[in-house]
T-cell receptor, first 114, second 113 residues
Framework: QQQVKQSPQSLIVQKGGIPIINCAYENTAFDYFPWYQQFPGKGPALLIAIRPDVSEKKEGRFTISFNKSAKQFSLHIMDSQPGDSATYFCAASMAQGGSEKLVFGKGTKLTVNP | EPEVTQTPSHQVTQMGQEVILRCVPI?????FYWYRQILGQKVEFLVSFYNNEISEKSEIFDDQFSVERPDGSNFTLKIRSTKLEDSAMYFCASSGSRLDTQYFGPGTRLTVL
């Protein structure tokens, strides 16, 4: 199964809140899990990425939690700001396994109210 | 900061016409990709390209599609005979190696009438 399932489809939080976006996958051959942020009219931009040998990665206000046994990973945004309002995509690939194509989730539209 | 650029930003064409979408990847990158995003849907992989040949393609990338790196800097996607369902945002991406981050361009919005 090549799919990556992402939820929720949309999310509204207040400034300072901690939105959490979840993704699940079936293919255990996936070995690279990036999160992309997309603003309207722009291309996706890499936010943070993780490989399955670690359970958590933090960069600034963004944290990925990775649960290999459950085949799930999630993005947490600490102290969210209105400027974080964007669509977030999780993705997966098997770059070390010979396929670097990114398989994307359907996206989560995040709105952070001031 | 180096970035991927794409032209045109918006292309309108009639069904059955050929279109060429152009991309300039980041200069020292060796791996190139095309993805598309139909309005409101997820980003979908079309094709990857390395060492002047296709390394992987999806089922979407049928005989109507082709890619080329004509001059060592541009990377193009050609759709020979466009269909209504080809209307989408097309993103080019590039990376320095197979394991590196893929950097996306701003996209070309293709509208087929």
């Amino acid at each position: 199964q090549q799919q990556v399932k992402q939820s929720p489809q949309s999310l509204i939080v207040q400034k300072g809140g901690i939105p959490i976006i979840n993704c699940a996958y079936e293919n255990t051959a996936f070995d690279y899990f990036p999160w992309y942020q997309q603003f309207p009219g722009k291309g996706p931009a890499l936010l943070i990425a993780i490989r399955p040998d670690v359970s958590e990665k933090k960069e600034g206000r963004f944290t990925i939690s990775f649960n290999k046994s459950a085949k799930q990973f999630s993005l947490h945004i600490m102290d969210s700001q209105p400027g974080d309002s964007a669509t977030y995509f999780c993705a997966a690939s098997m770059a070390q396994g010979g396929s670097e194509k990114l398989v994307f989730g359907k996206g989560t539209k995040l709105t952070v109210n001031p | 900061e180096p970035e991927v650029t794409q032209t045109p930003s918006h292309q309108v064409t009639q069904m059955g016409q050929e279109v060429i979408l152009r991309c300039v990847p980041i200069s020292n990158h060796l791996y190139f990709y095309w993805y598309r995003q139909i309005l409101g849907q997820k980003v979908e992989f079309l094709v990857s390209f390395y060492n002047n040949e296709i390394s992987e393609k999806s089922e979407i990338f049928d005989d109507q599609f082709s890619v080329e790196r004509p001059d060592g800097s541009n990377f193009t996607l050609k759709i020979r005979s466009t269909k209504l369902e080809d209307s989408a945002m097309y993103f080019c991406a590039s990376s320095g190696s197979r394991l590196d981050t893929q950097y996306f361009g701003p996209g070309t919005r293709l509208t087929v009438l």
